[in-house]
C-alpha cells in the first residue's frame, strides 16, 4: 500500500510540477520540560502510526582523545537492559507491540534511536526511551560491556572496506589531528581498552535530558501526548552543569591540494572536494540543484558523459554533507578498469567549467526542480523520515525546526544565473581537494598516502 501510495504522489507532481507545491502540515509543537529536554510533536491523522525518535548530542566528535569509539560502544550497551527491562526488551516489546525499522544509528555529531510504530503503541516507545535514558546506568556491568565491545570491534573490521578507508585518509588530510571530526588512528585499540567506569562517567555526561531531543510524527493526540511526555520524562534529573561539546574551525580552502593514496584493491577511486556554505545560507538551494545537475543519478551530466559515453567510470555520484561545524561538496567516482584518474578528472573539470560557464537551460533547471520536490515530498510523506528530519534540524546549527515547505520554495526561487553564480563561487578548480585511491598490491590493507602536494 505504501509503495503505491508513493508512486501515486510522484505522479501528481511530476503532473503539476509546474505548479507551486504546497505540503500538508499537522498541529506542531515545539517545547522543553524543565529538565531541559527539547520535545517536538508534528500531528498527522492520516494513517494509525506514530514515528518516535530520540537524538542525543553526542557523536564521533565528542569522544576525548583515547577513548575513540566510546559512544559507538554505549549504543549498544543501552540494549543491555536497565532496572526495569531485560537485555534486548527495547527490541522485542516493539516488535511484539506491531513495531518496525526499530534502530539505532551514530554519527560525528549526533546518536538516534528511532521507531515507526502503531499508535496505540505510542505509550510503550515513551517508557523504553525514558527508561534508557533514567535508568540504563545503574544496570551496567562487566558482562555486559564484554560481550558488546567484541560486537563492535567486529563490527569495525567489518568497515575496514575500500570506500571507508579512502574516505578516512581524505579526513585526516582535511582535519588536523585536534579537529573533533579527525578520524582516529586507534578506534580498534581504544574500544578494547575500555573499562567499565570509563563507559560509566562518559554516559553519565551525555545521555542526560538537557542534551537530547524527542521528536514524534503521526496519529496522535497532542495534549495527551505532552501529557504522557511529562508523565515519563519530567522526573528525570538534570545533573549539575551543562554538556558542552568540542568545537573546531570550518573548512576554508585558500588553494589546491591533491594527494594519492596506494591501497592493495583492484578498483581505482578519485574524489574531488569543496567546502561550501551550511544548509540555510543564500546559496545552498542553488548548490544542491548544481550537485543534482551534475551526478544525481543516470540522467545527470556526469554520469551521462563520464560512465555511458567515455566509459571511464564505473560509476559516478554528487553530494553535499552538512555537519554540525562543517559542509563540503563532492564528486566520487569508481574507476573503469584501464582507464587512468587523469582521464577522468579531466572530464568532470570540463563538465565543471561548462556549469560555470553556460546557464542550466530552463528545461533541465525545471527538471531540477520537480526531482528534488518529489524528494521532499516522499521524505515528508514517511513519517519515520519526517521525524528524524525534524529532531536532526532542531539540534543542528542555527536550531530551526524542519519545514519542507520553506524548502521547496527555496528550490522554486532558484534561477539559472543562481545555479551558475554558485558554481563559479564554490566549485573553483583551484580550491579544492583533489584524491586519488590507486590500485597497489604492496599497499598495506589500510592504504598509504604516497604523494602530496600542495595546501589548503
Known sequence: MRAVFALLLVITLAHHADAATK??????????????????????????????????????????????????LIEHLTYRGSRHAPPLAAMTLLEAAGANEINAGLGDDRTMYYALLPASSLEL????????????????????????????????????????????????????????????????????????????????????????????????????????????FATIGRPPGRPTRPAGAPLVFSGKQRITIAAPYSRERLAMLWPVPGPETADAAALHLAASALGDGPVSRLHRRVVDAAGS?????????????????????????????????????????????????ADELRALKRNTIMQIALAHEHLLARALLLGVSARSRDRKLYDPNHEIGRIEAVTSAAVLRAAQRHLRLDRRLVAWM???????????????????
Open 23 to 72: 505540503l500538508a502540515i499537522g498541529r506542531t509543537e515545539r517545547y522543553r520540560l524543565p529538565n531541559g529536554l527539547e520535545v517536538i510533536l508534528q500531528q498527522d491523522r492520516r494513517q494509525p502510526r506514530v514515528a518516535v525518535v530520540m537524538i542525543y548530542d553526542v557523536g564521533h566528535r565528542d569522544e576525548p582523545h583515547g577513548y575513540a569509539g566510546i559512544a559507538h
Open 125 to 232: 516507545a515513551l517508557w523504553i526511551e525514558a527508561d534508557r535514558m533514567a535508568f540504563v546506568l545503574e544496570h551496567l556491568e562487566t558482562k555486559s560491556l564484554l560481550l558488546e565491545r567484541a560486537v563492535v570491534l567486529n563490527e569495525l573490521r567489518e568497515r575496514q572496506t575500500p570506500t571507508r578507508l579512502f574516505q578516512d585518509h581524505i579526513a585526516r588530510t582535511l582535519y588536523p589531528e585536534s579537529h573533533p571530526y579527525a578520524p582516529p588512528e586507534s578506534e580498534a585499540e581504544d574500544v578494547a581498552a575500555t573499562e567499565l567506569r570509563h563507559v560509566q562517567w562518559f554516559f553519565q555526561k551525555t545521555y542526560r535530558p538537557d542534551n537530547a531531543c524527542l521528536s514524534m510524527v503521526g496519529d496522535f493526540d497532542v495534549d495527551a501526548t505532552k501529557a504522557m511526555v511529562k508523565r515519563y
Open 313 to 361: 567510470a564505473s560509476s559516478i555520484a554528487t553530494d553535499i554533507e552538512h555537519l554540525d561545524l562543517v559542509s563540503w561538496f563532492d564528486i566520487g567516482a569508481e574507476l573503469a578498469h584501464d582507464r587512468t584518474h587523469a582521464e577522468v578528472e579531466g572530464a568532470i573539470d570540463r563538465e565543471i567549467r561548462r556549469l560555470q560557464s553556460e546557464p542550466v537551460t
Open 438 to 456: 590507486k590500485s597497489d598490491s604492496n599497499a598495506p590493507i589500510n592504504g598509504r598516502i604516497t604523494h602530496s602536494s600542495g595546501r589548503l
